[in-house]
């Protein structure tokens, strides 16, 4: 891995003196390495005519369990979320500290990401229309995933000396193992885990990022920048540099305020060009049903549609992947469990709603006009979507896209990192160093298809939920103990509702 | 009715007046002053993991600094001038904030400067003292 890294690394410094024909050289060097570690990852077995990848099986195993074994709590502990956001249970006793709110919104906006408006393209591309009814499943199941992940990262983090907090799975592993007299093991899985999110910070939360941005500048500029990847990506990682390395906060907080208008921009833009397209409606959703169960014209038939739903969803919410709970691990309560139901809104945001929205927008054009992206996928179809009309929509979608990837790549890049210090510790010189291979990859994103990069991502964001929902078997009755007393605490009348 | 007064005062030279004036008030009638510095802030606000993981320092330190620079050198000027008084270091919306200090120590009066901001900054983001005299439950002295 470490080879890989260092090739890698090579490669994008080679970069500087290159010529428009260099990305088709990355393009070479990186598609054998990407194919080699997605068949690693993507171990599948044939189920039913489509091949199952094992880690998707893990994926969907882990969620319908916590969704029996916490008793729907993502349904049941849906209004709660919703009070506990807008502080109806805040201790008015210590203002000033992180808000359940805004330990949701930082986390949100680490989610909703690139994957939002393009990946759901990839899933329509691949598993058809039906995949999102399986993207949406998986977000409904990921809620409860999240639920606990969230909850034992806020239960088991870490106050540092200096009075900051480091939280998520590496800490609730070696924590909460150590609690139940496994320490060994507890130690073995955060050091698994810290490995695996300083590595998989560099596909999903950075390479499919700024690819995908790079893409839809691109389109936006009618094919002007081709074979300028490696300068759109030098940029962008000279922006990511300046925040991350060069301490330039300001950048990161002005991207953290404008990316929730971002999104409801999106939002709202998208359902009007739902509703432009509104003859198609019902067709539109009448082949989402029809895909899911008969798998009409995709490969693998509906076993296929669920496993890219699956995937995509995962991809998009990471419920699963532990990485939210390192940024949910801020909020300050005396009830981890509250920050447990917080979070389960975050798929329901980032899946349920957006991504349904995108993949209504697709769906309805490709209704009205099979042909309406032509070859294109990924971002670039969704954007072809939104064109048909709002002609010049493609220009601020490209700058939301823009936006959204680099609030992600920022907040991975901080997720990686605390998987870096877990493991090396707060040494400057190992920060310095995680962070310039960050930039990196931000540059290496935008030489490389689409292809070999969502091949990268996946295999290494998967690689991230062995260990974390290994983990979340063992630890899962800690959290179930917390939410029986929790609830009948609230139910009592012991833990009160403060009135604003 | 009680004889307590809600000072405000934000470090400015209009929180200055204000407490010139509360000081004198308070000698003539003998009142209490509850000095309280509200630190802007807000839990509908979007911030960087890395702010949300240090926030639990910063927001000690804002209220070390706000104690030490501003409200501590207000409360000795007072006590100096043998007035009883006793004060307040908080993190909310300003008006807001006060408005819940008046009721929690039952205030017969809130007593802030006025920051004589400009009129488009105004219009944007209001001024405390303005929103202050729409929603305070109890008579506001604005000090020019």
């Known amino acids: 891995m470490i080879r890989f890294f260092a090739a890698a690394f090579a490669l994008v410094m080679l970069a500087l003196p290159a010529h428009a024909g260099f990305d088709e050289a990355i393009n070479a060097a990186t598609a054998p390495i990407a194919s080699a570690v997605g068949a690693f990852v993507f171990f599948k077995i044939p189920v039913l005519g489509a091949q199952l990848p094992l880690v998707v099986l893990w994926l969907v195993i882990g969620a319908v369990f916590f969704t029996f074994y916490m008793g729907f709590v993502n349904v049941r502990g849906f209004k709660h979320a919703i009070q506990l956001v807008r502080g109806d249970y805040a201790d008015p006793e210590s203002p000033g500290e992180v808000s359940h709110f805004q330990a949701l919104a930082t986390a949100v906006s680490g989610t909703v990401g690139i994957g939002n408006i393009g990946g759901v393209a990839v899933a329509v591309t691949i598993g058809g229309a039906g995949a999102t009814f399986w993207l949406i499943v998986a977000g409904f199941l990921g809620m409860s995933t999240k639920f606990v992940e969230c909850t034992l990262g806020v239960k088991y983090r870490q106050e540092n000396p200096d009075g900051s907090v480091s939280g998520g799975p590496m800490y609730y592993m070696k924590k909460g193992f150590e609690e139940r007299g496994m320490e060994g093991f507890g130690k073995f899985m955060g050091t698994f885990y810290a490995i695996g999110i300083f590595v998989g910070a560099l596909g999903i939360g950075n390479m499919f990022q700024s690819n995908q941005a790079y893409v839809q500048l691109n389109t936006v500029a009618g094919g002007a920048l081709d074979g300028l990847g490696w300068l759109v990506g030098l940029i962008l990682a000279a922006v990511v540099f300046m925040v991350i390395i060069g301490g330039i906060k300001s950048i990161a907080r002005v991207t953290e305020k404008i990316v929730p208008f971002m999104a409801v921009f999106y939002c709202v833009f998208a359902i009007i060009v739902i509703l432009m397209n509104f003859t198609s409606i019902p067709a539109a959703i009448g082949n989402i049903f029809a895909g899911a169960f008969t798998g009409a014209g995709v490969q693998g038939g509906a076993i296929g549609a669920l496993i890219i739903g699956f995937q995509r969803a995962v991809f998009s919410n990471e419920a699963g992947i532990g990485s939210a709970s390192i940024a949910h691990a801020a909020v300050r309560t005396p009830e981890p469990v509250t920050e447990g139901y917080v979070s389960l809104l975050e798929p329901f945001i980032d899946t349920i709603v957006i991504c349904t929205i995108t993949a209504l927008v697709i769906g309805t054009s490709q209704v009205a006009d099979p042909n309406f992206a032509g070859d294109a996928t990924g971002v670039a179809m969704t954007s072809a979507a939104f064109e048909r009309q709002i002609g010049w929509f493609p220009i601020p979608l490209a700058f939301g896209a823009l936006l959204f990837a680099f609030s992600t790549m920022i907040s991975w890049s901080y997720y990686g990192l605390k998987g870096w210090t877990y493991l090396f510790g707060e040494g400057q010189m190992g920060q310095t160093i995680y962070k310039l291979m960050f930039c990196a990859f931000v540059a290496l994103g935008c030489m490389v298809q689409l292809g070999p990069i969502l091949d990268i991502s996946d295999a290494l964001v998967f690689l991230i939920c062995v260990p974390n929902i290994l983990g979340l078997y063992f630890l899962a009755p800690i959290v179930k103990r917390e939410m029986v007393s929790y609830m009948a605490r609230l139910d009592s009348g012991e833990i009160k509702k403060y009135n604003h | ?144």
């Not at chain 2, 004198?24 to 802030?41: C, F, N, T």
């Not at chain 2, 909310?92 to 039952?106: D, R, S, V, W």
């Open chain 2, 1 to 144: 009715m009680s004889n307590s007064v809600l000072l405000a005062i934000d470090g400015s030279a209009g929180g200055e007046r204000a407490l010139q004036y509360a000081m004198e008030r308070a000698k003539l009638g003998g009142a209490k002053l509850i000095v309280a510095y509200v630190i802007e802030w807000s839990q509908y606000s979007f911030n960087t993991p890395e702010e949300n993981a240090e926030r639990h320092k910063r927001r000690e330190q804002e209220i070390k600094r706000a104690t030490e620079t501003i409200v501590d050198p207000a409360a000795k000027v007072l006590k100096a001038a043998d007035i009883d008084c006793q004060t307040v270091v908080t993190h909310g919306p300003p008006a807001e904030t006060l408005i819940k200090l008046a009721n929690k120590y039952e205030v017969a009066q809130i007593v802030i400067g006025r920051r004589g901001q400009s009129g488009i900054k105004a219009l944007l983001f209001g001024s405390v003292a303005g929103n202050l005299i729409q929603t305070s439950p109890v008579p506001v002295v604005v000090v020019p």
